[in-house]
């Protein structure tokens, strides 16, 4: 019997991962920016807003995408939005609450994203992610 009858009938699985390099950060000062994923596979970034100014809501979008948080916010106050998780918190508390319902949670594709977001006169956001390749 040889080895190629022996192995008739099994399957043989993998799953494909994509390879965790380097973070990258950006730092938006104004309402919109172009965010530069070199790697090959998709990620899921980390937004961090940190207001300078009152503020009602606060969304940021990608395209047709956007994530919408319907709250108040003073100056100090910092929001994170955790794409991958699909989490928010602000001041360390969760606010799933105040997340809109039509808000969907993005990635970046490889290449360039452009990110918008507002109020724009009243925050600062950092932009982190994990570059990965397949």
Same mark, same amino acid.
């Given at each position: 019997?040889?080895?190629?009858?022996?192995?008739?009938?099994?399957?043989?699985?993998?799953?494909?991962?994509?390879?965790?390099?380097?973070?990258?950060?950006?730092? =938006?000062? #104004?309402?919109? %920016?172009?965010? +530069?994923? &070199?790697?090959?596979?998709?990620?899921?970034? !980390?937004?961090?807003?940190?207001?300078?100014?009152?503020?009602?809501?606060?969304?940021?979008?990608?395209?047709?995408?956007?994530?919408?948080?319907?709250?108040?916010?003073?100056?100090?106050?910092?929001?994170? =939005?955790? #794409?991958?998780? %699909?989490?928010? +918190?602000? &001041?360390?508390?969760?606010?799933?609450?105040? !997340?809109?319902?039509?808000?969907?949670?993005?990635?970046?594709?490889?290449?360039?994203?452009?990110?918008?977001?507002?109020?724009?006169?009243?925050?600062?956001?950092?932009?982190?992610?994990?570059?990965?390749?397949?």
């Amino acid at each position: 019997m040889n080895f190629a009858s022996n192995l008739s009938g099994v399957a043989i699985r993998y799953k494909l991962m994509a390879l965790d390099v380097s973070s990258t950060a950006y730092l =938006i000062e #104004n309402n919109v %920016a172009t965010i +530069t994923n &070199n790697g090959t596979a998709k990620v899921f970034p !980390v937004l961090t807003a940190n207001f300078s100014g009152s503020a009602t809501y606060f969304k940021v979008m990608k395209g047709t995408r956007q994530v919408y948080i319907a709250k108040s916010f003073s100056v100090g106050d910092v929001l994170i =939005i955790d #794409n991958a998780k %699909a989490l928010v +918190t602000a &001041n360390i508390l969760r606010v799933m609450d105040t !997340v809109d319902l039509t808000s969907t949670f993005f990635s970046l594709d490889p290449g360039g994203t452009v990110i918008t977001f507002a109020p724009n006169a009243n925050a600062t956001v950092r932009v982190d992610f994990k570059e990965k390749w397949l």
